[in-house]
């Protein structure tokens, strides 16, 4: 298995632009989440699907902030539009079941300019 | 609310000592305890994990320890080397699939 799968690696753009992060969890796993990783914040779950459903949102900054699972093979989190404090690694994980441990992907380092 | 505290925030120690690093959880109800470890410019990956029905855990060099009474838990690195050197974070699930997070633990290991 290739484990979870994030593109693009890397993102710059500049402020005001649509970003667009994808992913593919791990086949078979039921749980996707999306977490933001800055120095001054440090680790945030956004927002996490089972099933493709979306669970718990409360963690997306605000309305700017969208993600979309619409089957179980792919997931999008989006940025409209994008600023400069949104600047950070952006992660993905699946999950087997709870319980378990989640696997992260590697990540998505987005610069906004 | 859910919460996890980590400490310390950073950790110095010399190849061959043991490095410990502490979290307490605020929910009872918390019964899964992974531990990530994230090296410079990667992915956390998990190391290991302890269910609530366990006391503790080892495997080889790093154990796992669980206080139910005291809702605390800590990371045990024996025979430490310069690549355990990174960032660990614990973290705890309060009866859900949802994990909370520590703040992280800067772990040195000076050759």
């Known amino acids: 298995d290739a484990g979870v799968i994030q593109s693009p690696r890397h993102e710059v753009t500049e402020m005001g632009q649509e970003v667009t992060l994808r992913c593919k969890p791990i086949?078979?796993?039921?749980?996707l989440f999306w977490y933001r990783q800055t120095m001054m914040r440090g680790l945030e779950l956004l927002i996490y699907?089972?099933?493709?459903?979306?669970?718990?949102d409360s963690g997306m900054p605000e309305d700017r902030f969208s993600a979309k699972m619409p089957n179980a093979s792919f997931s999008t989190l989006k940025i409209q539009p994008s600023e400069p404090r949104d600047s950070a690694v952006y992660f993905c994980?699946?999950?087997?079941?709870?319980?378990?441990?989640?696997?992260f992907g590697p990540g998505t380092r987005l610069t906004v300019l | 609310g859910e919460n996890v505290e980590q400490h310390p925030s950073t950790l110095s120690v010399q190849e061959g000592d043991s490095a410990v690093i502490k979290c307490t959880y605020s929910?009872?109800?918390?019964?899964?305890f992974p531990w990530y470890k994230q090296e410079l410019g990667k992915r956390p990956q998990l190391i290991i994990d302890?269910?609530?029905?366990?006391g503790e855990k080892k495997d080889q060099r790093i154990a796992v320890t669980l206080n139910k009474t005291a809702k605390h838990f800590s990371l045990h690195i024996t025979e430490t080397q310069p690549e355990d050197s990174a960032v660990y974070f614990c973290?705890?699930?309060?009866?859900?699939?949802?994990?909370?997070f520590g703040t992280g633990t800067r772990l040195q290991v000076f050759p």
């Open positions: 973290a705890a699930s309060f009866n859900t699939d949802k994990l909370i």
């Open positions: 929910d009872s109800a918390s019964n899964y």
């Open positions: 994980a699946s999950l087997a079941a709870p319980g378990r441990g989640q696997f």
């Open positions: 086949s078979g796993h039921d749980y």
């Open positions: 302890i269910r609530s029905n366990v």
């Open positions: 699907f089972n099933n493709n459903v979306p669970i718990d």
